[in-house]
């Protein structure tokens, strides 16, 4: 069956794109082909006076390049002639001497915008599934097909440049104001308003494009060379403070489209090309499409095994504690119209937690990411309470007290009665086994953990911890609402610390032992930045907070012992009473407003060796603390904790910062070579004995030679 079919209204051939038994419209190699042949069927036929361009799916218009073809790419010069072939059949769309309008309902991404931007003319539908980007950077490469050269005369340089660094998702609003679209019509009258705009552009009655102002200033700086020069080194001066050069495709995105600037489009297209042509086969693309596939993958994962029962939607959410964790929970539930009963045990602790609901709400108003009235509609939905009314009609209760096994368990003993049977009860706890936690309820059946990661708001995972005893039903209620609060979710089996926890404990605590030796809190910081992690171990236990972390490591020790014993700089820290970043006070030093300073050299006189600090190699702390990372993440995946690798890289990135351009701990294993990890392991424990012994799944691995994942492909 074909994904295109022309109808002809007046002279206008409306061109339906609809990927027969594909839930989204992409790019593939046979759609190219039925493209090339509809141009030339429209170039030679006389009645056509324009063209309309469609979609037949209902939230796609054109989802861009099939990912899919990438991971078939044998070498950079197959990826440059894929580019060079898209880039000359929208050259092609471009030529056509009919005006050919875009009328775009759904995602119109990637390659589709690019084929939207080679359109004459372009008609958004005011929806909310209407969103307009160039998400390419994001899968590692750059748009392959014009996009480069096309978006910035369109819309002007800086605002391009944001686009295409940024993956910034535009909706239709927003795309006409910076003249992304040319119009914006209810998708009720999108077909007709297309079809009008078709024929008005057809007698010639309207401008092919029109021109949007960019403001004087924008003119100044873009439409010389000196003020570009300009605007280009500072996109690259912000990628490389946001990236630390990891992440090329940026990079070479402001390549191509500076190309296109200084020496015309031919160049621009031929360096388009050629940069995507050596990006696309590139590792860092091929983690980063990985972790696309994965996460797509676990959308579809209900959580249980099959056949998974159906899910209970949650209209009315109870959370028991209104501080950070409770009101960052309670924020994201109020914008995705569930009502939400906030406890805590004194008004002015409640009006704190909705006071914080908000601000977050606030925030997103300020940026325009929500209307005032979705604004007042998700405030409406939070109360506040002291004594647990409303919680009767709530499917689900998440608890987010502080980190103490009796608290827990009197909230249990409190809430669970108030509750009707099939409610499913939840923990945020990060780190106490759930097995724990349930063992005072009546149903502990019906109790899991939900851990979410700080900030809610901001955090893309959550973690769903399930005990042998947790009903599926259950399970797949708390995976489907943590899906429908926008996370990606894993689900693992209990234990302590679960899987997030544990690795990032067993990372940190390495960090704490280098201390212990003499290391400067700057040099372990620098190296682990320089090996991808968002922030530094010691910078991340400042916000983490040093207490909340001293309190981990006591529990994890005592679940796993002397594997995962503390370090002594950490145990001496928490007992100064040093917090971290909220008291103002930790590792760094942190002005008024909790901006981070230099190092507090004073700090030094708590920690083993004091002020002495030693020279110890930045890849000799990078290799301790990664691979106690890696290590316990194999034991986790051979205990069955998790229940795949992709959970666990999946995790690992989006949980607690592993540098996704590595695509996760086991994918890592995988890039460096099994054999050379448990080589690498062993040394270490033969220095420091017990510490690093390697876990068995990975000396049976290296043993049979064995992958976490198949050379090429999406993996499990
Ligand atoms: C590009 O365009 C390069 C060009 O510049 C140059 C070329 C020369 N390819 O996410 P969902 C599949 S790069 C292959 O669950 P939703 C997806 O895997 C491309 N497959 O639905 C899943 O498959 P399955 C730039 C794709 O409604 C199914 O469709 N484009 C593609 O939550 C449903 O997906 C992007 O990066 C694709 N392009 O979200 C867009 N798109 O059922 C990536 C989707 O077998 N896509 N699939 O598991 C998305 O962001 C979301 O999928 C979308 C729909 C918003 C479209």
């Not at 995602?107 to 929806?127: K, N, P, V, W």
């Not at 827990?408 to 086994?433: D, F, M, Q, W, Y």
């Not at 040093?546 to 995962?564: N, P, Q, S």
Request: contains cysteine; proline residues 5%.
């Amino acid at each position: 069956m074909p994904a295109l079919t022309i109808e002809h209204v007046g002279g206008i051939a409306i061109v339906t794109i609809d990927l027969p038994g594909e839930p989204v419209n992409k790019v593939t190699a046979a759609l190219r082909a039925e493209f090339a042949a509809v141009f030339q069927q429209i170039a030679g036929d006389a009645t056509v006076r324009g063209v309309v361009l469609a979609t037949g799916k209902a939230d796609t218009w054109l989802a861009g390049a099939d990912i899919d073809e990438f991971l078939t790419l044998q070498s950079a010069a197959d990826a440059r002639a894929l580019s060079r072939s898209g880039q000359a059949l929208l050259a092609r769309l471009e030529s056509l001497t009919v005006p050919v309008v875009a009328a775009i309902h759904g995602a119109c991404l990637g390659g589709g915008l690019e084929t939207a931007l080679a359109c004459h003319y372009r008609i958004a539908s005011d929806h909310p599934k209407t969103v307009l980007a160039l998400p390419e950077v994001q899968l590692g490469i750059i748009p392959g097909a014009g996009g480069t050269q096309r978006l910035p005369r369109l819309i002007g340089l800086q605002r391009a440049l944001d686009l295409i660094l940024t993956s910034r998702n535009v909706r239709g609003k927003r795309a006409l104001q910076m003249g992304l679209v040319d119009e914006l019509v209810h998708p009720a009258i999108l077909r007709s308003v297309a079809i009008e705009r078709a024929n008005s552009l057809a007698a010639g009655a309207r401008e092919r494009r029109s021109p949007k102002g960019r403001g004087a200033a924008a003119l100044l700086l873009e439409d010389n060379p000196i003020g570009r020069s300009v605007v280009f080194r500072k996109a690259r001066q912000g990628v490389m403070e946001k990236t630390s050069g990891h992440y090329p495709a940026p990079l070479a995105a402001i390549e191509a489209v500076q190309t296109g600037y200084d020496r015309g489009a031919e160049a621009g297209y031929r360096e388009e090309s050629h940069r995507f042509g050596e990006l696309a086969v590139s590792d860092v693309a091929r983690e980063l499409t990985f972790l696309f596939f994965a996460t797509t993958a676990l959308k579809k994962d209900p959580g249980a095994p099959s056949p998974a029962p159906d899910p209970v939607t949650v209209e009315t959410l109870g959370v028991v504690g209104a501080g950070f964790m409770g009101a960052g929970i309670a924020s994201i539930a109020v914008q995705q119209g569930t009502a939400v009963r906030l406890k805590d045990t004194d008004t002015r602790r409640v009006a704190h937690g909705l006071a914080a609901i908000s601000d977050v709400l606030r925030e997103r108003l300020k940026k325009k990411q929500l209307t005032r009235l979705q604004f007042d509609d998700a405030l409406i939905l939070a109360g506040g309470t002291t004594d647990y009314s409303g919680f009767g009609k709530a499917e689900l209760v998440i608890e987010a007290v502080f980190e103490d096994l009796s608290l827990k368990h009197r909230i249990i003993r409190e809430v669970e009665p108030l509750l009707h049977e099939g409610a499913v009860l939840a923990s945020n706890t990060s780190t106490l086994p759930i097995g724990r936690i349930a063992e005072v309820a009546q149903r502990p059946n019906r109790v899991l953990g939900m851990h979410f990661f700080s900030p809610v708001h901001k955090m893309p995972l959550l973690e769903v911890i399930v005990t042998p005893a947790t009903d599926a039903d259950a399970i797949v209620t708390a995976v489907a609402y943590g899906k429908t609060l926008g996370k990606t979710v894993i689900v693992v089996n209990d234990a302590p610390g679960f899987y997030t926890t544990r690795t990032l404990s067993a990372y940190m605590n390495e960090a704490g032992r280098l201390l212990d030796e003499g290391a400067s809190i700057e040099a372990i910081d620098r190296a682990l930045l320089a090996f991808g992690f968002p922030v530094g171990p010691i910078t991340l236990l400042d916000e983490v907070g040093i207490d909340v972390g001293g309190k981990v490591g006591e529990t994890l020790f005592g679940a796993f012992g002397a594997r995962m014993s503390p370090s002594e700089s950490l145990r001496r820290v928490v007992e100064s009473g040093r917090t971290g970043r909220k008291g103002r006070l930790g590792f760094y030093r942190y002005d008024a407003e909790g901006t981070k300073g230099d190092v507090d050299p004073s700090v030094y006189e708590l920690v083993p060796h004091g002020a002495q600090r030693r020279e110890i190699e930045g890849d000799e702390i990078t290799q301790r603390c990664v691979l106690a990372m890696v290590n316990e993440a194999a034991r986790c995946l051979e205990e069955g904790v998790l229940r795949s690798p992709r959970d666990g890289d999946v995790g690992a990135v989006f949980g607690i910062g592993f540098p996704p351009f590595r695509g996760g701990p086991f994918r890592y294993v995988d890039a460096v070579g099994v054999e050379q990890v448990v080589d690498e392991l062993e040394q270490l424990n033969g220095r420091f004995p017990g510490r690093f012994e390697p876990a068995d799944l990975l000396v049976d691995h290296a043993r049979g030679r064995a992958r976490f994942y198949p050379p090429r492909g999406k993996g499990p």
